[in-house]
T-cell receptor
């Protein structure tokens, strides 16, 4: 158990719908990262938040957005869902952002999203 | 942008034998980190081993070791005394130093350990 929790574990929805994935980081971790694992795109970085502020953006679609709340939990919002959005979405957390030292990322168990 | 390539989609090894998984990467950075992650059937991402690019000594963690060739941009993972529990997807990953901690992953190698 990494200490990172993600809810829900599974989500099945229809095209055009909107869903919210939730992540609670490890106690004390300020950074949250979202990754998408799909058959087509492999594992790719979506977005990072540090202490409530967006820090880095990867290959995140405009239909997707995220935020980190004052209690440090994060939500990834996916809208106008398409079949191709079906994937495993991971959240990871770390103590900080890289700065001058390495911060290990701890991954949650993932949320499996199926778009029908 | 960085790219990470794993040229072996699938590999198999007999229990107790040794197997080596390959990874190459492309970057213009001089300071970075490289990782191997394991993803068993449970789908959990587990860090296996980490290598800092500025360190010449290859990292080792029990039965896992790496062969880091910076000039060749190669980073292979050797698993000794393979165990059934090593059956998993293995991902090679890259992280720039001092630039936000995001990981760039390779496409993965599916390893099957056979009894």
């Amino acid at each position: 158990d990494s200490g990172v929790t993600q809810t829900p574990k599974h989500l099945i929805t229809a095209t055009g719908q909107r869903v919210t994935l939730r992540c609670s980081p490890r106690s004390g971790d300020l950074s949250v990262y979202w990754y998408q694992q799909s058959l087509d795109q492999g594992l790719q970085f979506l977005i990072q938040y540090y202490n409530g502020e967006e820090r880095a953006k990867g290959n995140i679609l405009e239909r997707f957005s995220a935020q980190q709340f004052p209690d440090l939990h994060s939500e990834l919002n996916l809208s106008s869902l398409e079949l191709g959005d079906s994937a495993l979405y991971f959240c990871a957390s770390s103590v900080g952002t890289s700065g001058h030292s390495y911060n290990e990322q701890f991954f949650g168990p993932g949320t499996r999203l199926t778009v029908l | 942008a960085q790219t990470v390539t794993q040229s072996q989609p699938e590999m198999s090894v007999q229990e107790a034998e040794t197997v080596t998984l390959s990874c190459t990467y492309d970057t213009s950075e001089s300071n970075y980190y490289l990782f191997w992650y394991k993803q068993p059937p449970s789908r959990q991402m587990i860090l296996v081993i980490r290598q800092e690019a500025y360190k010449q000594q290859n990292a080792t963690e029990n039965r896992f070791s790496v062969n880091f060739q910076k000039a060749a941009k190669s980073f292979s993972l050797k698993i000794s005394d393979s165990q059934l529990g090593d059956t998993a997807m293995y991902f090679c990953a890259f992280m720039k130093h001092n630039a936000g901690n995001m990981l760039t992953f390779g496409g993965g190698t599916r390893l099957m350990v056979k009894p």
